[in-house]
T-cell receptor, first 114, second 108 residues
Framework: SAVISQKPSRDICQRGTSLTIQCQVDSQVTMMFWYRQQPGQSLTLIATANQGSEATYESGFVIDKFPISRPNLTFSTLTVSNMSPEDSSIYLC???????????FGAGTRLSVL | DAKTTQPPSMDCAEGRAANLPCNHSTISGNEYVYWYRQIHSQGPQYIIHGLKNNETNEMASLIITEDRKSSTLILPHATLRDTAVYYCIVSYGNKLVFGAGTILRVKS
């Protein structure tokens, strides 16, 4: 399975600031996603990170709040902008192994906003 | 919204088989049934998936009914480390819509 590394693993941030989360995969992948998991909740898809084009956002998520970059087939970043305590969540990236039709997840970034 | 229904929680004795049910009555013909689990808020771990036939791997077995409207994940010999939230998801393979899942507690 793909090896996915997320950085940072956790962070504590002040409200009003922004945090950029990195996701690195050990192989080239076509499909990469970003999810959010709020405290005590299940995972919610934020967006699909498209290589070479703008990300595709799910309902309720906007580019100004969660800008995403995907410069190549092994790397993506998610920025959480102008943070508030409500943004305190675990943010996870995932990739799809198209040959196996399986999605693999990173360990996540635990964000706390004070 | 998630297209699956799972019991909110289940208990299982250590060493016994854990059978986790899932209803997916609106599943489409080309949608797979996926099972993931999440331990202590780590990233979800892939367990198994199937389309029509029953599947088995080193972690678990997946039994899908003939009408594909429900399935059961079987952990043959549950251990304490299998305590986790188990998610049943129907998907064509790309976007995964997570429901609340089933909290499985394996007890000694």
């Amino acid at each position: 399975s793909a090896v996915i590394s997320q950085k940072p693993s956790r962070d504590i941030c002040q409200r009003g600031t922004s945090l950029t989360i990195q996701c690195q995969v050990d192989s080239q992948v076509t499909m990469m996603f970003w999810y959010r998991q709020q405290p005590g909740q299940s995972l919610t898809l934020i967006a699909t990170a498209n290589q070479g084009s703008e990300a595709t956002y799910e309902s309720g998520f906007v580019i100004d709040k969660f800008p995403i970059s995907r410069p190549n087939l092994t790397f993506s970043t998610l920025t959480v902008s102008n943070m508030s305590p409500e943004d305190s969540s675990i943010y996870l990236c995932s990739v799809v192994d198209l040959a196996k039709n399986i999605q693999y997840f990173g360990a996540g970034t635990r964000l706390s906003v004070l | 919204d998630a297209k699956t229904t799972q019991p909110p929680s289940m208990d299982c004795a250590e060493g016994r088989a854990a059978n986790l049910p899932c209803n997916h009555s609106t599943i489409s013909g080309n949608e797979y049934v996926y099972w993931y689990r999440q331990i202590h808020s780590q990233g979800p771990q892939y367990i198994i998936h199937g389309l029509k036939n029953n599947e088995t791997n080193e972690m678990a077995s997946l039994i899908i009914t003939e009408d594909r409207k429900s399935s059961t994940l079987i952990l043959p010999h549950a251990t304490l480390r299998d305590t986790a939230v188990y998610y049943c998801i129907v998907s064509y393979g790309n976007k995964l819509v997570f429901g609340a899942g089933t909290i499985l507690r394996v007890k000694s």
